[in-house]
């Protein structure tokens, strides 16, 4: 068994497929570091393979928000203890090994073109990299949870884990006042 392994994502909102992920790296190692990509704004940046990661609307949480869901997501699955969450700037390839031990495995599932360049980059950083091959079919989608936000909760709620779903609610509804005390 391994020491440390590592799953990176934007996790925006944490869901099901991600929580199977980190488990099957903890059945391969000790301890597990969830990197959250894209931690603040100027983390952003335009890649070929992937359309959408860099826009506003595919970011709306913020690092600490995302940390509050992924801590209330372990927790449940009584993976606390066996976990850290870390920030991690795909575009500061040279601050990785500060947030993620470069003899920590990456596992990656890749459905697309992006997740294989990912994958590459953190293997041309020193990281030794297992790639699951993801099917599209089956693949659950952080961006169809966030079409529903808006409008229908008993949507989304099934498709976040079941502790995430209060804490999701609660910063929606911040969020909500938040724009109500600030509107004209």
């Not at 390839?93 to 031990?101: A, F, G, K, N, S």
């Not at 073109?113 to 990912?118: D, I, L, M, S």
Request: aromatic residues 8%; charged residues 25%; contains cysteine.
């Amino acid at each position: 068994m391994r020491h440390l392994a590592c799953v990176t994502g934007r996790f925006q909102p944490v869901h099901e497929q991600h929580l199977e992920l980190f488990e099957l790296a903890l059945r391969e190692a000790e301890h597990l570091v969830v990197a959250v990509t894209n931690p603040d704004t100027r983390a952003r940046h335009e890649e070929t393979t992937s359309e959408h990661r860099h826009l506003a609307e595919a970011n709306p949480f913020t690092y600490y928000e995302r940390l509050r869901l992924l801590e209330a997501a372990l927790a449940e699955r009584g993976l606390s203890n066996r976990t850290a969450i870390v920030p991690f700037d795909l575009t500061r390839p040279e601050t990785w090994h500060e947030y993620v031990p470069g003899h920590a495995l990456q596992w990656v599932r890749a459905y697309s073109a992006w997740e294989r360049q990912k994958a590459g980059r953190l293997a041309d950083a020193g990281y030794e990299v297992t790639v699951l091959d993801g099917d599209p079919a089956t693949r659950l989608s952080a961006s169809d949870i966030r079409a529903h936000l808006d409008a229908d909760r008993a949507v989304w709620a099934r498709l976040v884990p079941p502790a995430v779903a209060p804490v999701l609610s609660e910063l929606l509804a911040d969020r909500n006042r938040t724009d109500a005390e600030e509107a004209p």
